[in-house]
């Protein structure tokens, strides 16, 4: 290769060593600007505030009972009467909860009834509810799980209620239990049912409903106005019920008051539902920060390869550089020192 051949090499190889360093700076740019994303991303992360669920030790409520009443009145509320007839005293709302019994109807469903009719109404009964199998077989009493009914109905858990409920004062009733759960059925909603003939047995198919006795609360609301005592801490220490137009059996009475402190379960299941609703709004921004970030980096390591190529392609070009320089001077030494003694 001439001198001016290797000259022009070397030239253009050094414009070309140029144009890779200035890519290499290029994507050094690219990747301290997603470095910068990146810790931005994890300082979001950091001043991300993490849900906390709430314990149920910080949501107490001070309840407030009034003691010698059957009913088990609670203080809800008291407000200071400040003219009128009752000045000075109270406007008081008060409350308690009633658990009564009711009759409640349950379906079960695809049943099976095998029924078979005597002289005394059912002499043989098979209610199948999937695996669930309930017989009466009054040829086999000691092998039977329905039992037969018809008189002392208030031996029978919740039957006076289910009766009635029914307006019903007498009959024939038909039971089963189930988890501790007692099912009835009457004579009357029997004979109503119709049944198919199968090989020579009345069967039902379908679904069949029977009764049952639940347990109802209902929460009484009392206002009246009363006269209340207090302690030397503030604490309400008894309540006269001067007027009460709700329950009147309280009126001119005079009840001591027992505090107590209690779980505030509503506010608790308030706070806790808050919690949930924190703690999405919080997983979707951990997963939000995880997706970019992720993002950025697979994005740094393309870029880091591509500098990886352009650093071997510089070693490359400075190997080369080398090579022709050496052959540049050894010409000119070649060359220019011919003549030099």
């Known amino acids: 290769m001439g001198l001016a051949a290797s000259q022009a090499r070397f030239l253009g190889l050094t414009a070309r060593k140029s144009n890779v360093e200035y890519q290499g700076q290029q994507i050094n740019q690219q990747r301290v600007a997603l470095s910068n994303e990146v810790m931005g991303l994890y300082n979001e992360y950091n001043n991300l505030d993490v849900p906390v669920p709430p314990a149920v030790n910080d949501y107490q409520k001070t309840v407030y009972t009034l003691d010698s009443t059957y009913e088990g009145y609670q203080l809800d509320s008291f407000t200071k009467i400040i003219d009128g007839k009752y000045a000075g005293y109270y406007d008081v709302s008060l409350s308690c909860v009633n658990e009564i019994a009711k009759a409640y109807s349950y379906t ?81 909603d029997l004979d109503s049912t119709v049944f198919e003939n199968v090989d020579g047995k009345n069967m039902y198919y379908g679904s069949y409903t029977f009764d049952y006795q639940g347990s109802q609360k209902v929460t009484k609301n009392v206002q009246a106005k009363a006269a209340l005592t207090q302690d030397s801490s503030g604490r309400l220490t008894s309540i006269q019920i001067l007027e009460c137009d709700d329950a009147e059996d309280l009126v001119g009475n005079t009840y001591s008051i027992t505090t107590a402190s209690q779980d505030d379960q509503a506010s608790y299941e308030d706070a806790m539902n808050e919690y949930y609703y924190q703690k999405q709004l919080y997983e979707k921004e951990v997963e939000r920060i995880n997706q970019k970030t992720e993002t950025l980096q697979k994005e740094d390591r393309s870029l880091e390869l591509q500098l990886n190529q352009l650093d071997t392609e510089q070693k490359a070009i400075s190997t080369e550089m080398e090579s022709i320089s050496k052959v540049i001077e050894d010409t000119i030494n070649s060359v220019f020192k011919t003549y030099n003694s």
Do not use: C
């Open 108 to 188: 079960a469903k695809d049943s099976v009834i095998t029924a078979q009719k005597g002289t005394n109404g059912y002499s043989y009964l098979n209610f199948q509810f999937g695996v669930d199998s309930y017989t009466y077989d009054e040829n086999n009493p000691e092998a039977s799980t329905i039992t037969k009914i018809t008189q002392d109905y208030e031996k029978y858990q919740g039957l006076s209620t289910i009766m009635a409920a029914q307006g019903a004062t007498s009959g024939t009733y038909y039971m089963y239990t189930k988890n501790g759960v007692s099912y009835y059925t009457s004579e009357n």
